[in-house]
C-alpha cells in the first residue's frame, strides 16, 4: 500500500466533499434537522450524503478496508486490517446554524494504529493531513506544534458533551481551574479542528471527554506528526476509542494531565 497516492487521493476527496457541503449550507433547509438519541444530539441530510459520498470515494481507494462512520450509513467494522474511521461533518450544529466552523474527518487505521489522518476545514478550505512516519501539512505547508513551554502561556480548548452529564461538575471544576492557569479557554464546536489546530501551533491543548473515535482518529494522529501528544486522561494511549483525550504540544502535556487527574479521579 503506498500511503503518499492513497493521501493525495483522499485529500481530493475531502476537497470534492467539502465543496458538496459549502453548496449546501448556503441554502440550507433548517427543517430537514433530524434528532438522533439525546438531546441536541443532531443530525441532517447533508451528514448522511456526505458520508455516503466519502464511503463510495474511499472504497474505490482501499477496497479492503472497513469503515466505522458516524452515520451509519455503511456497515460498520473493526475486523479488517484496515478501517476508514469517518466523521462526513465534525460540527454539526455549528453548521446548522451557520456558524462557520466545521470540517470533515479522515482516519485509516492498520491494526491498531492509525496510519493515515485528514481534518478539512470546510469553509477556511484549510487541508490539515499527515501519513505514517511522515510530516504534518496544512495545505501544502508543514505544521508543528506551538513551542509555549508552560500552561500558564497556553491556550486550550474542550467541549461540552450531550450526555454522561452526571461528570459535569468535575469537568467545570477542571475548565475554572484551567481559566485561572492559562491564557484562557475556547469552545469552537468541533474536536477535528481543536486537534488540527493544536498540531499548527493556534492552540497549545486540547481535552474533552464522551469523544467519539470519529470525531478524533484524524486529528490525534496530525497532532503526534506534528510533534505533540496525546492520551487519555490518566496519561494512557486509549484515547482513539476511550472517549476520553488530552492532546497538546507535548511540553505542556503533564501539567494538563495532572490538573485533569486530580479533579477527574
Not at 433547509?29 to 450524503?49: A, M, P
Request: with cysteine.
Amino acid at each position: 500500500m503506498k500511503l503518499p497516492s492513497i493521501e493525495k487521493d483522499v485529500i481530493s476527496i475531502a476537497e470534492e466533499v467539502g465543496e458538496f457541503i459549502r453548496q449546501e449550507g448556503a441554502n440550507f433547509d433548517r427543517e430537514r434537522i433530524e434528532q438522533k438519541t439525546g438531546f441536541n444530539n443532531l443530525v441532517s441530510y447533508v451528514d448522511k450524503e456526505a458520508e455516503r459520498k466519502l464511503v463510495e470515494a474511499l472504497r474505490k481507494i482501499v477496497p479492503q478496508a472497513g469503515f466505522i462512520t458516524e452515520e451509519g450509513t455503511v456497515e460498520q467494522s473493526k475486523d479488517h486490517e484496515y478501517n476508514w474511521i469517518i466523521d462526513p461533518l465534525d460540527g454539526t450544529t455549528n453548521f446548522l446554524h451557520g456558524l462557520p466552523i466545521y470540517a470533515i474527518s479522515i482516519g485509516l487505521t492498520r491494526g491498531q494504529q492509525t496510519i493515515l489522518g485528514l481534518v478539512y476545514h470546510v469553509i477556511r478550505k484549510e487541508c490539515f493531513h499527515a501519513i505514517e512516519d511522515g510530516n504534518a501539512y496544512c495545505n501544502d505547508q508543514v505544521i508543528h506544534v506551538s513551542p509555549t513551554a508552560t500552561l500558564h502561556e497556553s491556550l486550550l480548548a474542550t467541549g461540552f458533551p450531550y450526555y454522561h452529564l452526571d461528570k459535569n461538575d468535575a469537568y467545570l471544576d477542571i475548565i475554572k481551574t484551567f481559566l485561572k492557569e492559562t491564557h484562557g479557554i475556547r469552545r469552537l464546536g468541533s474536536a477535528a479542528i481543536d486537534l488540527a489546530y493544536v498540531a499548527c501551533g493556534r492552540l497549545e491543548g486540547f481535552f474533552e471527554y464522551n469523544l467519539n473515535p470519529w470525531d478524533v482518529a484524524g486529528g490525534t494522529f496530525i497532532v503526534q506528526q506534528a510533534g505533540g501528544k496525546v492520551t487519555d486522561f490518566k496519561g494512557g494511549n486509549n484515547f482513539l476509542f476511550g472517549g476520553e483525550l488530552c492532546a497538546s504540544n507535548g511540553l505542556i502535556h503533564g501539567e494538563m494531565t495532572n490538573l485533569i487527574k486530580d479533579k477527574w479521579y
